[in-house]
């Protein structure tokens, strides 16, 4: 299974196409609507999310409530593009329109794509690089990952996700029953946060930022259970699935960390205290006394939830500029500013659940393929009682 997106920030739409998925596997446009809405929320979020109140077309690969096999195109229209056409349209325009095109920007902001996409490409309007490199992406991304949830919740697997941290307050007490009880707790939260303490330091650090001109990033956790064993491979590098996972939360917007279970901690503890040790019994087969793994072993899932954390930078668009200079005069600037958000980690914990079940839902049909749902579901249960019995 694999996904492309394509769209502009200001442009008429992000538009999402999905291909490898299983026929007659239940689909409705609520089911990705309800992962967008979740990527709007969370406290701190700018006025752009005021603007845009994002919904799903589905245009081809489900007929009457259903996948048929084909690839799958999902549209979200930019309700602001209204706004834009003359700055965004794609036709072309005359010379003496191009001298008054509006809006052209040769002052990067440090932080962000500007300058290193316009020399790559050679733009002297770097509109074409930061609208392309903007976070509204996400939103494509997470029409994908909503699919993927729902390839995962067909066969009996869940997904949530937390903030462990923002602007320097960690959550002390992130601990949770199961799954279900970590979506039911985080939802109603502002910050996603299970420690309420944590909580309302969180969003008044955000408040402090906001007020001060500035941002402030934080760390999100995405957790999935009732994953079965053996997705991904130790065959080769690039079939490793924590490694496909690493590379898909690094490829987020503003993503500059990554860790699996317990992550940069194994550095600081013996190894006795790392590695999980085997347990088997006739119910359950073989388990884990820990998880510190994070549900991987050499680059494949033991059956254990997967762990991950991702580290979110603060958003480079500030109120308060840092310098920069000019690609046209070579002058130095204070950066320019578009809207943008204080901060933007509970809707990265969204962003982030989602881009990770895209890559286990691929290894799940990778690993137990059929143009089918329910030849999948024979083949996942076959699995589980081959491995129970191994």
Request: charge should be negative; proline fraction near 4%.
């Amino acid at each position: 299974m694999r996904y492309l997106t394509a769209g502009e920030s200001h442009g008429p739409q992000q538009t999402t196409i999905i291909e490898g998925l299983p026929a007659n596997m239940e689909l409705l446009e609520e089911d990705i609507n309800t992962e967008l809405a979740r990527r709007q929320g969370g406290y701190g979020r700018g006025r752009r999310m005021q603007i845009e109140k994002d919904k799903v077309q589905i245009l081809s690969g489900v007929r009457h409530g259903k996948t048929t096999g084909a690839p799958v195109t999902l549209v979200v229209e930019n309700d602001d593009f209204k706004h834009w056409q003359k700055i965004m349209g794609a036709e072309p325009l005359s010379p003496e329109e191009e001298k008054e095109v509006k809006r052209k920007i040769t002052r990067p902001r440090p932080g962000h794509a500007d300058l290193n996409g316009a020399i790559k490409y050679n733009h002297r309007d770097m509109r074409n690089v930061l609208e392309r490199s903007s976070a509204r992406e996400t939103t494509a991304r997470v029409c994908a990952g909503a699919v993927a949830k729902k390839v995962l919740k067909t066969f009996g697997i869940e997904v949530g996700g937390q903030v462990l941290e923002i602007g320097g307050i960690k959550a002390e007490n992130p601990a949770y029953e199961n799954v279900d009880d970590l979506k039911e707790r985080t939802e109603a939260s502002p910050v996603r946060c299970l420690d309420k303490e944590a909580e309302t330091q969180m969003m008044q650090a955000i408040d402090d930022a906001k007020k001060d001109g500035d941002s402030i990033g934080g760390v999100v956790q995405t957790v999935i259970s009732g994953v079965p064993s053996g997705l991904g491979s130790h065959v080769h590098y690039d079939r490793k699935l924590d490694a496909k996972i690493a590379g898909a939360v690094m490829s987020i917007n503003a993503f500059k960390g990554v860790e699996v279970g317990i992550g940069f901690e194994a550095a600081s503890r013996p190894g006795s205290k790392v590695h999980d040790e085997i347990i088997w019994d006739d119910k359950n087969g073989y388990q884990r006394k820990t998880n510190n793994l994070g549900g991987f072993e050499g680059g494949m899932t033991t059956g254990m939830p997967i762990i991950i954390q991702g580290v979110m930078k603060p958003i480079p668009t500030l109120y308060k500029p840092l310098e920069s200079v000019d690609i046209d005069s070579k002058e130095p600037f204070k950066a320019s500013i578009e809207r943008s958000d204080s901060c933007a980690v509970p809707a990265a914990s969204v962003v982030m659940e989602n881009v990770v079940a895209f890559e286990v839902a691929s290894a799940l049909l990778e690993t137990f393929g059929s143009d089918r749902v329910d030849a999948i579901e024979r083949n996942i249960n076959e699995h589980i009682q081959w491995s129970r019995d191994f």
